[in-house]
């Protein structure tokens, strides 16, 4: 679970990334402003990523965890966004 704070859920994407020990970072999935969500085909059958407005939570819910998927988990977003086409952060 992942609690955001200074900008709503509703106008924003949260990705979720992994990192398992010694290795680089892998790209879980993202869920969109209207809730929809995005997987990696690799973990499609897996995952599932859903938010809470009201609550500013995102959660990650993976199936079938195995040893591999040891790893340090994060949720992110983006810092810039383009408003009256002009770039902000």
Partial sequence: ?????????????VYWIRQPP????EWIGLVVEDGSAIIADS???????????????VYLQMNGMEVKDTAVY??????V?????EVRQ
């Avoid at 010694?22 to 970072?25: D, E, I, N, T, V």
């Avoid at 994060?74 to 810092?79: E, L, R």
């Fill in 1 to 13: 679970t992942c609690t955001v704070s200074g900008f709503e859920l509703t106008s924003y994407y």
């Fill in 22 to 25: 010694g290795k680089g970072l």
């Fill in 43 to 57: 973990l499609k059958n897996r995952v599932t990523i859903t938010k809470d407005n009201g609550k500013k939570k």
């Fill in 74 to 79: 994060y949720c992110v977003s983006d810092t």
């Fill in 81 to 85: 966004t383009e408003e009256n086409e």
